[in-house]
């Protein structure tokens, strides 16, 4: 894939014109956090995470 896509920017058109594109289409959804730390870290993620699988969880700790 890496080597066809050299030949693919000069097939489809300039690469930065893809690159540009690719980071409006990854951007679109951004939303920026009130918070001190960005929505992506993962210590948050990882509370979340817990939060909402609690109770599945719970029921693997007890079925140990």
């Given at each position: 894939?890496?080597?066809?896509?050299?030949?693919?920017?000069?097939?489809?058109?300039?690469?930065?014109?893809?690159?540009?594109t690719?980071?409006?289409?990854v951007?679109?959804?951004?939303?920026?956090?009130?918070?001190?730390?960005?929505?992506?870290?993962?210590?948050?993620k990882?509370?979340?995470?817990?939060?909402?699988?609690?109770?599945?969880?719970?029921?693997?700790?007890?079925?140990?």
């Amino acid at each position: 894939m890496v080597t066809g896509a050299v030949v693919m920017g000069l097939a489809d058109g300039p690469t930065e014109v893809h690159k540009t594109t690719v980071a409006k289409q990854v951007l679109r959804n951004y939303k920026a956090s009130d918070d001190v730390w960005p929505s992506e870290w993962l210590p948050r993620k990882r509370e979340a995470a817990r939060e909402r699988f609690a109770e599945y969880l719970e029921l693997e700790a007890d079925n140990q």
